[in-house]
């Protein structure tokens, strides 16, 4: 079992900066794949970012490419999430997930456990 806590949500202004943390605990897939996804209301879930455990490799959802920076502390078993930029389309609850393979991938169905997530709302 994992349990993934996500923190550091906020209401911002259009281009500030918010930095998103996920504890995870649990060892069983303490080696596996984190990532953060988000959901605005009446729409599906989407793919922000992915990094493997291991090695630290890391994926991007188009939309935000070249703003957000997923990165982890394998010590402290802490996945972040450093949104810049922020725009009104950021809006949303962003969920971090895991999954029990090492390799990060941008399925939803891919992940075995989320979090509760943490809203972010950008105001323009």
């Known amino acids: 079992q994992v349990q993934l806590v996500e923190s550091g949500g906020g209401l911002v202004q259009a281009g500030d900066s918010l930095r998103l943390s996920c504890l995870a605990s649990?060892?069983?897939?303490?080696?596996?794949?984190k990532a953060w996804f988000r959901q605005a209301p009446g729409k599906e879930r989407e793919f922000v970012a992915a990094?493997?455990?291991?090695?630290?490799?890391?994926i991007y959802g188009d939309s935000v490419k070249g703003r957000f920076t997923i990165s982890r502390d394998n010590v402290k078993n802490m996945v972040y999430l450093q949104m810049n930029s922020l725009k009104p389309e950021d809006t949303a609850i962003y969920y971090c997930a895991a999954r029990s393979y090492i390799i990060g991938t941008m399925s939803v169905d891919d992940y075995d456990y989320w979090g509760q997530g943490t809203q972010v709302t950008v105001s323009s």
């Open positions: 649990g060892s069983r897939f303490s080696l596996g794949a």
């Open positions: 990094i493997n455990w291991i090695g630290g490799a890391t």
